[in-house]
């Protein structure tokens, strides 16, 4: 069982920067990816970044490729999203989700655990 709770949402200008946090407890938690998604008002959740097991692999939705990055801390159990140049485009409901399989996925059903989500505003 993993238990999932994000973090560091909130209200922030064009062009400023935030960093998400997901923080797990679980023995296993090493050995699951860890993924981002995102649901915008009247908008369906979408993928926004994945990380492996190991780490070594990530993916990221084109809509945030080069300005959001993904990392990990085993020795916190937190994965990180470090969220740059945010737009208005931006804002949403941010969650954090654990897929057991370690290889990291695109898409929503291939993940086992979710969090309840953190607020992202990004006003202009």
């Known amino acids: 069982q993993v238990q999932l709770v994000e973090s560091g949402g909130g209200l922030v200008q064009a062009g400023g920067s935030l960093r998400l946090s997901c923080a797990a407890s679980g023995r296993s938690f090493s050995s699951y990816a860890v993924g981002w998604f995102r649901q915008a008002p009247g908008k369906e959740r979408e993928f926004v970044a994945a990380?492996?097991?190991?780490?070594?692999?990530?993916f990221y939705a084109d809509s945030v490729k080069g300005r959001f990055t993904i990392s990990r801390d085993y020795a916190k159990n937190t994965v990180y999203l470090q969220m740059n140049s945010l737009t208005p485009e931006d804002t949403a409901v941010y969650y954090c989700a654990a897929e057991w399989s370690g290889h990291g996925s695109r898409w929503q059903n291939d993940y086992n655990y979710w969090g309840q989500g953190t607020q992202v505003t990004v006003s202009s």
């Open positions: 990380i492996s097991w190991s780490g070594v692999s990530t």
